[in-house]
Nanobody, 123 residues
Framework: QVQLVESGGGLVQAGGSLRLSCAAS????????MGWFRQAPGKEREFVAA????????YYADSVKGRFTISRDNAKNTVYLQMNSLKPEDTAVYYC????????????????WGQGTQVTVSS
């Protein structure tokens, strides 16, 4: 069982930066693939970024590539999403998710989810 708690969301102007954190419980965190997803009002949840258990393989959505960076610190059981050059269209609730083994960009394949953190980018 893995419990995830996101933090770091907030209101920022376009062009600004935020760093989201996702703290995980569970002794097997280091063996889990971790992903970030987001959901804007009236839209479906979409993939943002993910990496495998070691961080050696990383996927990004085209819309965030070059602006967002996913990273993890297994010693702290924490995964991060550094978001730079934010745009109004990045406004959404951001969720972190975990799955044992494998790495995918499909939300339905992730077993554990956090409660989400709101990111609002003003123009």
């Amino acid at each position: 069982q893995v419990q995830l708690v996101e933090s770091g969301g907030g209101l920022v102007q376009a062009g600004g930066s935020l760093r989201l954190s996702c703290a995980a419980s569970g002794r097997t965190f280091s063996s889990y693939a971790m992903g970030w997803f987001r959901q804007a009002p009236g839209k479906e949840r979409e993939f943002v970024a993910a990496h495998n258990w070691s961080g050696s393989i990383t996927y990004y959505a085209d819309s965030v590539k070059g602006r967002f960076t996913i990273s993890r610190d297994n010693a702290k059981n924490t995964v991060y999403l550094q978001m730079n050059s934010l745009k109004p269209e990045d406004t959404a609730v951001y969720y972190c998710a975990a799955k044992p083994w494998g790495l995918t960009v499909v939300a339905a394949t992730y077993d554990y989810w956090g409660q989400g953190t709101q990111v609002t980018v003003s123009s």
